[in-house]
């Protein structure tokens, strides 16, 4: 074979080697995000994750040209979580994200340094997880509902919406520390309403029937859903149920407003999650979870369902509805 054969073939050979390593050298210098979602959804839909990811293309990112995923996805099997967040770790991501007070606390056990957001908790403070609002102190930031300034809020929403309300259940996540104290510790808002709380612990769809059970045997008027992982997407099962008992509902965000509830009151959790995309944008170009602060929503939503509100023989008072940002037809 010609000289010059041989040397149009070794430098194709050579190509052919050197192109892979360019692009996985290429491939290298994209950030990876590591994902750990409590529940089974997927990447590309509805949900926070998808807010998170819009708010990412807001800020100029591109899947697979700036930035990269790595997922996990617990299932609802919120034990796992401290082990598939050991799993990103070992992936050495530039940031994990995240949201749900379950997720936060597999973060502080399982990750130590690698910078986490969480879109979405709950009194992070009172969990333990970070130093303060204004400085985390840690690896973990975000964004934070201080949900017991809510509940009287909501209670008073409530009371206006049906004013012979008397007794109240409160629907809570027993997995979930800080509701270890409700109704206790808003017991302030409790009696200025002259309203009686009933504490009611739901742990899943496979729980409904049987904590709609307590709160029928507790003679209560109206029923109070808190934040959290028990109703997710099967918010419309439990909702279906509670108004065949022709319970009125309130409930903590839009979403579910719109799926049946009677009326809801809290952030948006896509808002939030959108947010989300600032931090982690910020971490990625320099700045430690130790020094942005925690953040808390500055915009709430009344939300009022209309066609529940007939459903149910309810008539809301004219001031509510001027006060309501969206009434569901």
Request: with cysteine; net charge negative.
């Amino acid at each position: 074979m010609a000289p010059h054969r041989w040397l149009i073939i070794t430098l194709a050979l050579g190509l052919l080697v050197a192109l892979p390593t360019a692009e996985a050298q290429r491939r290298g210098n994209i950030p990876l995000v590591g994902v750990l979602e409590p529940n089974p959804s997927t990447p590309i839909g509805t949900g926070c994750f998808a807010a998170f990811q819009q708010g990412l293309r807001d800020l100029g990112y591109v899947e697979g040209q700036n930035i990269t995923f790595a997922y996990r996805y617990a299932a609802n099997q919120f034990d796992r979580l401290p082990t598939l967040a050991a799993e990103l770790v070992q992936l050495s991501p530039a940031v994990i994200w995240m949201h749900s007070n379950a997720a936060a606390l597999a973060a502080k056990q399982a990750i130590t340094t690698i910078p986490v957001v969480n879109a979405i908790t709950q009194e992070i403070l009172e969990l333990g997880v970070v130093e303060s609002l204004a400085r985390p102190g840690g690896n973990l930031t975000g964004l934070d509902v201080r949900v017991f300034e809510l509940m009287g809020k909501r209670l008073e929403l409530l009371k206006d919406a049906v004013p012979t309300i008397a007794r109240v259940a409160i629907l809570v996540d027993p997995a979930n520390p800080i509701y270890k104290e409700v109704p206790h510790n808003i017991a302030r808002e409790t009696q200025a309403l002259g309203v009686q709380l009933q504490r009611v612990e739901v742990g899943g769809p496979e729980t409904f029937e049987e904590a709609l059970a307590a709160v029928v045997q507790g003679r209560a008027d109206a029923v109070m859903l808190s934040e959290g992982p028990p109703f997710g997407p099967h918010i419309p099962q439990f909702l279906e149920l509670a108004h065949r008992h022709r319970l009125p509902t309130m409930c903590s965000a839009p979403h579910h407003a719109k799926a049946g509830c009677l009326l809801s009151y809290g952030a948006s959790p896509n808002d939030l999650c959108q947010r989300s995309a600032v931090f982690v944008d910020k971490i990625l170009h320099g700045a430690t979870p130790a020094d942005l602060p925690i953040e808390r929503p500055s915009k709430f939503e009344l939300v009022l369902n209309l066609k529940t509100a007939q459903a149910l023989g309810i008539t809301f008072p004219p001031t509510l509805l001027f006060q309501a940002d969206e009434v569901i037809q």
